[in-house]
Nanobody, 129 residues
Framework: QVQLVESGGGLVQAGGSLRLSCVAS????????MAWSRQAPGKERHFVAG???????????YYADSVKGRFTISRNNAKKTMYLQVNNLKPEDTAVYYC???????????????????WGQGTQVTVSS
């Protein structure tokens, strides 16, 4: 069983930054693929960024086009924590941000939420203009 807890959301002005955290608990969680998704008010939840486990402590990052160059995903296995550094925030980034984890095989699996069985409760990010 894997449990995920997000934190780090808040209210920021456009152009500001935040660092979101997702702490994972459970056995062998360091070998899980992990991802961030977000859900804006009245919209569906969408993939934002993800990490593919490549063996050992190495991971490859993947991003939605809308956040490339502004968001950076990373992971600290010693702390069992995944991060999402979000820079140059825009009002359209306002959403609840969720982290997810599961054992996947290929990177393309990161983009489909249906592949993830473990989810956090979400953290709210609000960007004012």
């Amino acid at each position: 069983q894997v449990q995920l807890v997000e934190s780090g959301g808040g209210l920021v002005q456009a152009g500001g930054s935040l660092r979101l955290s997702c702490v994972a608990s459970g056995r062998a969680v360091n070998s899980y693929f992990m991802a961030w998704s977000r859900q804006a008010p009245g919209k569906e939840r969408h993939f934002v960024a993800g990490l593919k486990w490549r063996g050992g402590d190495t991971y490859a990052g993947y991003y939605a086009d809308s956040v490339k160059g502004r968001f950076t995903i990373s992971r600290n296995n010693a702390k069992k924590t995944m991060y999402l550094q979000v820079n140059n925030l825009k009002p359209e980034d306002t959403a609840v941000y969720y982290c997810a984890a599961d054992r996947l095989q290929e990177a393309y699996g990161l983009y489909d939420q249906r592949n993830f069985n473990y989810w956090g409760q979400g953290t709210q990010v609000t960007v004012s203009s």
